[in-house]
């Protein structure tokens, strides 16, 4: 059973850069696809992107000229940044295990427990 | 970006009752559809994908459906601890976007 958490700092000042690690245990992470999902305190879950095992992308039109991902085989873990963050970037943040059933399209069946990260002066 | 029109917003139901949300799309996304439960304070959990297929674990009350661009969740019996937050997401078009949700309260 593969097993997902978030890491990194719970605030972060206006203008600067949120930094999140997902850690993976229990599969290698060579070997499927991940995404990560945001849900604004109250609110709707907004999908940031997706990470291909091919090393291929896929990210929101909206956060894309912000968003930077990675994954580190070696660690087992894969990250992301969002720049120049504003209050409105205040949300749970979830790592993700996406499955593709129809060319790059596909479901999220593990989650992580989520970390909440705030922007605040 | 393809909106997602989840209805109702919210609803109210006894245990035993027999619920049905739905999710409209405001374009054709074939049959890429997921249904996702979540309760408070804690990760989204995926009941369905591709419309009708249900995920490993999920008990079979639980069901999806199409027709077209309008897709059905349906809780054959609902049980006390099915009341949460349904989501449905679209994943056939960047952006992948999620229905507003749909929150089941006991009544």
């Known amino acids: 059973q593969v097993q997902l958490q978030e890491s990194g700092p719970g605030l972060v000042k206006p203008s600067e850069t949120l930094s999140l690690t997902c850690s993976v245990s229990?599969?290698?992470?060579?070997?499927?696809?991940w995404a990560w999902i945001r849900q604004p305190p109250g609110k709707g879950l907004e999908w940031i992107g997706n990470?291909?095992?091919?090393?291929?992308?896929k990210y929101n039109p909206s956060l894309k000229s912000r968003v930077t991902t990675s994954v580190d085989p070696s660690k087992n873990q894969f990250s992301l940044r969002l720049s120049s963050v504003t209050a409105a970037d205040t949300a749970v943040y979830y790592c993700?295990?996406?499955?593709?059933?129809?060319?790059?399209?596909?479901?999220?069946?593990?989650w992580g427990q989520g970390a909440l990260v705030t922007v605040s002066s | 970006d393809i909106q997602m029109t989840q209805s109702p917003s919210s609803l109210s139901a006894s245990v035993g009752d027999r619920v049905t949300i739905t999710c409209r799309a405001s374009q054709s996304i074939r049959n890429c559809l997921n249904w996702y439960q979540q309760k408070p304070g804690k990760a989204p959990k995926l009941l369905i994908y591709a419309a009708s297929s249900l995920q490993s674990g999920v008990p079979s009350r639980f069901s999806g459906s199409a027709s077209g661009t309008d897709f059905t969740l349906t809780i054959s019996s609902l049980q006390r601890e099915d009341f949460a937050t349904y989501y449905c997401q679209q994943s056939y078009s960047n952006p992948e976007t999620f229905g507003q949700g749909t929150k089941v309260e006991i009544k």
């Open positions: 993700a295990r996406l499955f593709t059933y129809y060319d790059s399209s596909g479901y999220i069946s593990d």
């Open positions: 229990g599969d290698s992470i060579s070997s499927y696809h």
């Open positions: 990470l291909y095992y091919t090393g291929n992308t």
